[in-house]
């Protein structure tokens, strides 16, 4: 019998993401040190991994993450300034799963809507609802739903304002410990003249 071989393309888990300064970032902790003081089941995001997703990719081949560079090369969109805003959770059938921080700016939208136009030229599909967003933990269980709600909900957010001059092509790659984040592309917006 004649054995065929094949080779397998190998494909990238990606996506596009700003990432946030050292002062969100403590931020970030304080408010997972409120947190933790509620009994849930789950995990906190590292610090070393946040950032706002402006875009995942999912897993491509390697032509297509050529390409997608290449379209993400020809943006032109102006450095801009970005805030944390509030404190919320996305339930999934009624039971929290996912803690946030939003991430405020029309200019954050208006560069998200740029890349998605940009990409679609690729075959990517559009965004159908963008929330700017980063997850800061994942809750697998919690016994008292509406307290935990009401108490995350209390939570005091400073209005942290950073300027965005640059947006990531990022891979994730998923390990028992958690996923590795890795820079593949640095794309620097523009300074206003």
């Known amino acids: ?115 998605d136009d940009s990409l679609a030229k690729e075959g990517f599909a559009k965004e159908e609802r963008f929330m700017s967003h980063m997850t800061i933990a994942r809750v697998k269980y919690v016994k008292d739903k509406k307290f935990f709600l009401d108490y995350v909900k209390n939570i005091g957010i400073k209005n942290i304002k950073f300027d965005v001059d640059k947006f990531y092509l990022k891979k994730s790659e998923l390990k028992e410990s958690g996923p590795i984040y890795k820079d593949l592309e640095t794309f620097n917006l523009e300074r206003e003249i």
């Open 1 to 115: 019998m004649e054995q065929i071989n094949s080779k397998i393309e190998e494909l990238t888990r990606a996506f596009i993401a700003i990432e946030v300064p050292d002062s969100v970032i403590k931020e970030v902790a304080r408010t997972q040190e409120i947190l933790a003081k509620q009994n849930f089941i789950g995990k906190m995001t590292e610090l070393e991994n946040l950032h706002l997703t402006l875009r995942f990719l999912g897993e491509i081949d390697n032509e297509k993450l050529e390409r997608a560079g290449q379209r993400l090369r020809e943006i032109k969109f102006n450095f801009f300034e970005a805030k944390l805003s509030e404190i919320g959770i996305f339930n999934y059938r009624g039971n929290p799963r996912i803690v946030w921080i939003k991430i405020g700016g029309k200019e954050v939208f208006e560069l998200q809507n740029k890349i």
